[in-house]
């Protein structure tokens, strides 16, 4: 006896609510079950979905109205709840950025990046920096670096901007996944404050390499103690010299053994560090140089699925006039 299935936009379910009714997933032309009901999907399993592409889960015909009315009270209630913290005046800001999340979800889908979307994307990834730059963690771990060394705090803080400018690049909608990528933006170098200055500037001192190789690491150690920092912002920092083709460090791990989402941490760093040892150069021919670094490192230091993505919305980005 075959069942008939109905197709459920995975954008219109929250991934941390129970699901009303058992979901499927079609493989090979088939339904495999996949949760049942009572069961969430979890953020992590979410965004796994999202960056394979996977834009629908099913459910049986007859639990298909149940499902929709589920996923409207489920969204209307988070709507709620977000124009109530925040106070009516924020309403249409509230709903503006939950529709931006939606349009990232369907621009990932789509092959072509215009320029109007790219604006767009660069708009709203400032305001999520805005935004995330007020957490208590950021705030704290900022400060706390400011202390230690004002280049490292003010290169992190480049590089969380910018991850979260990719991260929307390349797709991600999910603001856990890409808070990740601003906390990890931010804290991936610290362990540097424990190299000396002259160390850093010298590769050819004997302790260099050790050193230099050991900074993930390092990093790692002085922010385990904190709280609230989730297991992908770690793996993210410990594997952002690490390369698609295995020549990175420190463990030189490859191509899937990579988080997924490292690459757009390890590109956003590249950038930085491009752009400030060349900061006597016009802004426009740093960029142009920049961007033609990450081109040139496709399929060697990143996967190779990213590209011609990443840098062309970039070209669109801060080279606006050269498309
Ligand atoms: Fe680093």
Known sequence: M???????PLKMIDPESDLPADVFLHINSKYIQYLHA????RI??????LNKNVKSIYVKDEDYDKVMDWCLTVRQTFRDEL????GEDAKELIEDSLELEEELYDVFSDQILTQERVEKIKTYADEFVEKASEQENFQRALAA????????????SNVANLSVLIGMISGIGSKYALNNLFMAGLLHDYGKVKIPPHIVENPSDANYERLMTGHPEASIKIIEKSEGLPEQVFKMIMEHHEYWNGSGYPRGIREFDIYEYTPILSIANEIDNYLVKNRAQPDVKRWEKAIKMVENGKGSKWNPELF???PDALKQAFLPDAN
């Open 38 to 41: 009572g069961d969430s999907i």
């Open 83 to 86: 124009v109530e913290e925040a």
């Open 44 to 49: 992590d399993k979410y965004d796994l979905f």
């Open 308 to 310: 011609p993505r990443i």
């Open 2 to 8: 075959s069942e008939d299935y109905q197709e459920v």
């Open 145 to 156: 670096l400011l202390k230690r060394n004002e280049t490292l705090a003010a290169h992190g």
